[in-house]
């Protein structure tokens, strides 16, 4: 038996980082990867010098580890997993703990929890963000699994994790089997949304008031020094900063074609399957699907037109007005993920605490930003807090700001430049503050042409009436309400 602390399987960048940044706090790390030359590579490289072990064999990396072993995985999600798990439990004994640190899909590690504990081992599904540079100088961690597992990883986790202003460290037991893995999923999906609304701002800045990319650079830089004090605010600030050899900006030359990983997808789907209305944040993730069709885009541009309009208004009134959009339309995106993960920790019986989730994601993380403070502080005032827009302090941001909002999605229709992550989070606070809404027609309507029946405001919730609309109907209705 060896005295390394932990392993790590799985030695491309963000796996290399994360062992460098628990070298320096102290730790022995015992390292494997599926190439033997990286491993070698690695040792030879940024390695050198320290403690840090190598391996070239899964036996010999688990030979390696003081007990309980602790073997954490830096390895593609999906079947690749799945493979290094089958592999590891015969050499494991019980007690010893498999830590999955990619991105999986909260619903694999469900599994992968129950299948690792029917062993006798411990699992731990856990997300890290942060990117390389996070993971190398303190990511945000968020695990979730074996809860007994959890001592034994603490002290590495929450030494290698970013640390707020106080000290306190960007990382918390999040709850059980694929809790951790999930809200790092809404962490994904709540970034979809904040970068979203940061290239719509772009997008009126410069092609509705025609601002250039100094002055762009310039409200930026201004916008991160408030309330919108974020890691993607201060990025987008250096970004346009950039210039090109030819010194045009480096950013207009970058095909307008957006990528994504999927956990942006998986947020938008679990909010369908769980009845949430995620609307912000799956707008973001269509938006990227349609910056996709480039080439579609580029034939319709030469047939489909606009409006002929052209902004004549005040430049810093509307830029001000921008800014305040923004926080707005912020502050229901993160309003609906915390929905989702209210609904996901009913269905599976998480014990979240949503304060400490926004503290993990205060440093180290993309989405990092002064705004989570106040989160934090929003759950600490009413732990049962249903909805962030009724807490005291966002009631009154987003109420002060939605004049603002409200001209600037109308101008933007006006102009007829896109922005369905803003407006959409405009059409949701609007759904979300009426009393009521359409829906009885939509009843209606249903019970019209399906005999699904409807529920009255004048009988108790639970009794179901239907009407013969037409005379000719009859009385017999479905069995499917909720169809």
Known sequence: MGNADIGLIGLAVMGQNLVLNMDDHGFRVAVFNRTLTTVDEFLEGS????????????????????????VMLLVKAGRPVDEFIDRLIPLLEAGDIIIDGGNSNYHDTIRRTKRVEAEGLLYIGTGVSGGEEGARLGPSIMPGGSLVAWPHVKPIFQA??????????????????????FVKMVHNGIEYGDMQLICESYQLMKEGLGLDHDRMHDIFAQWNQGELDSYLIEITRDIL???????????EKILDTAGQKGTGKWTARSALDMGIPLTLIAEAVLARFLSALKEERVAAAKVLRGPDVSFNGDVDAFVEDLRQALYAA???????????????AGTYGWRLNNGGIALMWRGGCIIRSAFLGKIKEAFDRDPELSNLLLDPYFKEQIEAAQSAWRRVVAKAVELGIPVPAMSSGLAFFDGYRHERLPANLLQAQRDYFGAHTYERVDRKRGEFFHTDWTGHGGDVTARTYDA
């Open 47 to 70: 390695a050198k010098g320290t403690k840090i072990v190598g391996a070239h064999s899964l036996e010999e990396l688990v030979d390696a580890l003081a007990k309980p072993r602790r």
């Open 160 to 181: 290698i994790a970013a640390k707020v202003e106080d000290g306190s460290p960007c990382c918390e037991w999040v709850g059980e089997n694929g809790a951790g893995h």
């Open 241 to 251: 900063a950039v210039r090109d050899d030819d010194g045009e900006p480096v950013v």
């Open 330 to 344: 912020k502050i229901v995106s993160y309003a609906q993920g915390y929905m989702l993960m209210r609904a996901a």
